[in-house]
């Protein structure tokens, strides 16, 4: 596709449930992105994939969030025993190959998840 | 490490007015930097970006942005503002650890402008 392809747009699940959310970056982006927008905050990073290099997972808030791409395509990431603090909108971005610091990052239109 | 700071969580201007959206940073390198907007409902959109090339960055929109070493800061400006305008904007710089070059966002600016 032409952008940054997040699916579901929408979920609901119990507490206690796990989910498991989709990203499809843009064709020939190496770099892929994972932050997470609570209700009017700012954007929180939470991991990072660049080619075949080991992932950022330094933002990674506890061990029930859990990443995985495969390659340069796509990536899924999974929380597992959700909380109703894990409600959120969570958004994937993708940037061609990052060797200095200006690429540009598209991002999808994002996740919202909402914890009941 | 890099971060930004945004000194307004909210500014209201009026239609046609100027607009000043107020981005301060902290680097310990040349940093590359970044305005974002949100409009309601829709994804993030680049709206500029610094790249060392010229300290007046223009953008999309009529919006512009200015990189001010001496005073570590990368105010967001347009000189008349529209109701379209009317968004949440994310000062944003890269931040390069390793092979790992990850977006450190600001906590976001809402505009809002008055008809």
Known sequence: ?116 | AQSVTQLDSHVSVSEGTPVLLRCNYSSSYSPSLFWYVQHPNKGLQLLLKYTSAATLVKGINGFEAEFKKSETSFHLTKPSAHMSDAAEYFCVVSDRRGSSYKLIFGSGTRLLVRP
């Not at chain 1, 991991?47 to 390659?71: M, V, W």
């Not at chain 1, 340069?72 to 909380?83: A, F, G």
Request: contains cysteine; hydrophobic residues 30%; aromatic residues 8%.
């Open chain 1, 1 to 116: 596709g032409a952008g940054v392809s997040q699916s579901p747009s929408n979920k609901v699940t119990e507490k206690g449930k796990d989910v498991e959310l989709r990203c499809d970056p843009i064709s020939g982006h190496t770099a892929l992105y994972w932050y997470r927008q609570r209700l009017g905050q700012g954007l929180e990073f939470l991991i990072y994939f660049q080619g075949n290099s080991a992932p950022d997972k330094s933002g990674l808030p506890s061990d029930r969030f859990s990443a995985e791409r495969t390659g340069e395509s796509v990536s899924t990431l999974t929380i597992q025993r959700t909380q109703q603090e894990d409600s959120a909108v969570y958004l994937c971005a993708s940037s061609l190959v990052v060797t200095v610091l200006n690429t540009e990052a598209f991002f999808g239109q994002g996740t919202r998840l909402t914890v009941v």
